[in-house]
């Protein structure tokens, strides 16, 4: 649970060090809730409203896409800071998240970098964040 909701209490701090697994826990988190009302929304809207004329006036798609974007608006600040927090974990200056201001290329490239193993031990960011955590497997640190 720490991984999936650590980077809630962590939103405002950008300059230690972040684990694979923080990361990726935390995107799976938002991917998750974003999935389930696209898919709720989709299935009670096939239900309430079989024969929908235009979309844009349905109300069950306007609620799906405000909640979708409030889900958006809640996560951004954090997803910020995990991915900066990552970067530092890489030894890489956290300006690098700006690499998703270019359309789908650089996205890609960011989560490649993502994918990356961290640096072993403390680095000009901080103190490795492995160190102290019996049971972690190396494939998510």
Request: glycine share 8%.
């Given at each position: 649970?720490?991984?999936?909701?650590?980077?809630?209490?962590?939103c405002m701090?950008?300059?230690?060090?972040?684990t694979?697994?923080?990361?990726?826990?935390?995107t799976?988190?938002?991917?998750t809730?974003?999935?389930g009302?696209f898919?709720?929304?989709?299935?009670?809207?096939?239900?309430?409203?079989?024969m929908?004329?235009?979309?844009?006036?349905?109300?069950?798609?306007?609620?799906?896409?405000?909640?979708?974007l409030?889900?958006v608006?809640?996560?951004?600040?954090?997803?910020?800071a995990?991915q900066?927090?990552?970067?530092?974990d890489?030894?890489?200056?956290?300006w690098f998240v700006?690499?998703?201001?270019?359309?789908?290329?650089g996205?890609l490239?960011l989560m490649?970098m993502?994918?990356?193993p961290g640096k072993r031990?403390?680095?000009?960011h901080?103190?490795?964040?492995?160190t102290?955590?019996p049971?972690?497997?190396s494939?998510?640190?």
């Amino acid at each position: 649970m720490t991984y999936l909701f650590g980077p809630f209490r962590r939103c405002m701090y950008f300059r230690s060090r972040a684990t694979r697994r923080e990361l990726w826990a935390f995107t799976l988190l938002f991917a998750t809730l974003q999935v389930g009302i696209f898919v709720g929304s989709a299935v009670v809207a096939a239900f309430v409203t079989p024969m929908i004329t235009e979309a844009r006036r349905d109300p069950i798609f306007t609620w799906a896409i405000r909640s979708m974007l409030i889900v958006v608006v809640l996560f951004v600040l954090p997803m910020l800071a995990v991915q900066v927090r990552r970067l530092h974990d890489l030894s890489l200056s956290g300006w690098f998240v700006l690499l998703h201001a270019l359309p789908l290329v650089g996205s890609l490239i960011l989560m490649a970098m993502m994918l990356l193993p961290g640096k072993r031990g403390p680095n000009a960011h901080g103190l490795d964040p492995r160190t102290g955590r019996p049971g972690l497997t190396s494939v998510f640190n």
